[in-house]
């Protein structure tokens, strides 16, 4: 709620469940499995990266193991995280693969910085407050999870909201 010249305005939302509720129905298990999807996709990923850091260590004498191995892991999840969420199509790998997005709370895609900003709190949070963050999903309005409730951003169907956007 926002004062305005005395005069009480209620915010308006891109989303919501009262009116659109297709576009969160099944919403938190589609996350889970969309993280696991994504989980073995950035595994797979640091297959390549270790290597390359391999070789460099051989070519640098050892000082490439020192220095690129310990960030590498964060380096290419975050990577990962700010090319495909914060991607035109606004969904990483896994999200695609089970139909979810993630948007503002305004409506607008994500863009790199802010999906990076979502997986550092992601991190934090899960680290500090483990099944509290998912329990927390099942008690807001939009089915948003502790870090999206931080940043302002929710996640939708994306066969819904395409349908909408037409």
Request: proline share 5%.
């Amino acid at each position: 709620m926002s004062d305005t010249g005395g005069e009480r305005q209620t915010e308006r939302f891109a989303y919501d469940p009262d009116t659109q509720p297709e576009l969160f129905d099944g919403i938190l298990s589609r996350r889970i499995v969309a993280f696991v999807i994504d989980a073995i996709l950035i595994v797979a990923l640091m297959i390549p990266a270790a290597l390359i850091v391999f070789i460099l260590g051989l070519l640098t004498f050892t000082i490439a193991w020192w220095v690129l191995y310990p960030p590498l892991f964060a380096v290419v999840a975050l990577g990962y995280v700010a090319f495909t969420l914060g991607g035109r199509a606004s969904a990483t790998v896994g999200m695609r693969a089970v139909g979810i997005e993630v948007r503002t709370w305004s409506g607008h895609k994500m863009f790199p910085l802010l999906a990076v900003m979502q997986a550092l709190i992601f991190w934090f949070s899960v680290g500090l407050l483990t099944p509290l963050i998912l329990i927390v999903g099942l008690f807001t309005y939009r089915r948003q999870l502790l870090h999206d409730l931080l940043l302002g951003v929710v996640a939708v169907n994306s066969g819904p909201l395409q349908r909408l956007a037409k």
